[in-house]
Each structure stands twice: as C-alpha cells, then as structure tokens.
C-alpha cells in the first residue's frame, strides 16, 4: 500500500519557544509519501512570522498563516484550524499541538496506515494515553476538533471544513504512534 500525502497543521499562541523545538523535528522525518507542515499562529506574532519566513526558504514543504487580529467574536481555536485546513494540499491532516513529544522519526508512517477508505478519523495513542482517551471522548461526541487539545489525530479534510462535523464511532480508529 502507497503511503498516504498528509497535511500537518500545527497551531501555536505564544509558544515560540516549543515551536522552535517541534518544527526541526518535523521538518526532517522520515516519511515515504508527501508532507508539508502548515504553521497556524493565533496571535500573529511579528518576531514568529520573520523566523517562519526564513525557514521556508529552507524547507518547501513549510508555510505559515495567521489569525487575523480584527477576528472578533469568533472562537480562534476553531478559526486556526479552518486556516490550515483550508490552506492543506492534502486530503489527510495530522493535527497537533505545539508542545507535542514526537516519538522517533518514522511514527508518521505508523500513523498514516491506518488511512483507508472506511476511516475518517486516526486518534493517535501516545504517551499520555489516558488524557488523549478522555479528549478524543469528547472529540467524538461532537467531532469539535476546534476544541484545545493535546492529541494527535489525523481526520479529513473536508471533515474540519464542515461547519457541523459529524463521524459515526465505526469510521473513527485508534493507532499506537508510539512503538
């Protein structure tokens, strides 16, 4: 089976610290199919903007957008994620946060063979498995992937661009990220 193209959108608010940490990481897996990492920053913070800039230069498969500061009255969260879905070139996305612990290089290919045609959702199971259990309870009551979350989880595209998402729990799986 072909690896699956796979979007990563990664949404960040004054965390440019752990961003700094994640993005390298990122940025230099191990994966067989396409990836690019979208950056979503919440705040639109100048000095994060100028670094994301200049490492596109270096890495293609790297872009950046913002939340617009004059958004008002809009739940950011799911504002940021609706930006990077629609800025996705792939059908597939890994969402996650910007404090996550990456395993090894290669989990994204553990996490990507689970894409099939029967599943809309992949929940990560990490190292945190309990607390990603709970959130993903309640992720999948509602699909409210705008919620803040800690997770790791992979879904469709056109999933986080419906307004109200909705996955039946047969079309939602688990995958161990972690080996």
Known sequence: MCPVNVSIVVTCEEQ???LRCLLPELLSMQYDG?????VVDK??????KEWLEEMEVHFP?????FCSPTAKG???????????AKAANYEWIVV?????LLPDKDW???????CTDDVDVVKGIGRRSLWHRLMFNIFRRKLSVFAP?????LCRRSLLLQANPYVPKGRITFCPIVK
């Open 149 to 153: 979350m800690s997770s790791i989880f």
């Open 74 to 84: 809009i739940d950011v969260h799911r504002f940021a994620l609706t930006l990077g």
């Open 43 to 48: 705040i639109h913070d100048k000095d994060l």
């Open 61 to 65: 498969h790297l872009c950046h957008t």
């Open 108 to 114: 994204l290919s553990r996490f990507t063979a689970c």
């Open 16 to 18: 440019q610290l752990e």
């Open 34 to 38: 396409e990836y690019e990492v979208i």
């Open 96 to 100: 996650m946060p910007v404090d996550a």
